[in-house]
């Protein structure tokens, strides 16, 4: 009897950690409380002003249309993630639209093999122009194979204007979850 319960209850507890594999956010200071930490930036700084939630968020400012200015995260996948769901809060103050379609605050992503190298082409989630107030932007993707690293980028693509980025997040997710933003 006593070794049912133990069983029961391990099972729980694996059934738990893997719940809770799947919800954690495994991008590195994506709220910024920690200035740049794990990120790579070009042109970005934090802002005490600015912000979401928390106490902080990232700035990308640009006066040149005709220079890419931004920055970047490669997030690796644990092991077999099968579906994520990628998020931020994105907010535009005189962003200029660009020649372009996709010219404006960006938000999107590359998928990477385990070397680093670009699989397919950049996914695009936002591209946003003018004046906006802090928005939720977010996409559930199906992880093709070979694909071991995200690469979460936010720019101001050949375009004026700031972008503000706050409560940046890619999680893994279920089949169910997945299913949801389909």
Do not use: C, R
Request: without cysteine.
């Amino acid at each position: 009897m006593k070794l049912i319960k133990y069983m029961l209850a391990g099972m729980m507890m694996l059934a738990a950690s893997t719940h809770a594999l799947a919800q954690k956010n495994q991008v590195v200071n994506g709220g910024f409380e920690n200035e740049l930490d794990g990120w790579v930036d070009y042109s970005a700084k934090v802002t005490p002003y600015m912000y979401s939630s928390g106490k902080m968020s990232s700035a990308i400012f640009s006066s040149d249309s005709s220079k890419w200015t931004g920055m970047h995260q490669v997030v690796p996948l644990p092991k077999n993630t099968q579906y994520i769901l990628m998020s931020a809060k994105i907010k535009a103050d005189a962003v200029s639209t660009g020649t372009k379609s996709w010219n404006g605050a960006l938000f999107l992503f590359e998928t990477l093999n385990k070397q680093g190298a670009k699989i397919g082409e950049g996914i695009n989630i936002a591209s946003v122009t003018g004046d906006q107030d802090w928005k939720l932007y977010e996409k559930a993707y199906i992880i093709p194979s070979g694909v071991t690293q995200i690469k979460l980028l936010f720019a101001l693509g050949y375009v004026t204007g700031t972008m503000f980025i706050d409560e940046v997040s890619l999680k893994v997710i279920t089949q169910s979850e997945f299913e949801k933003y389909l």
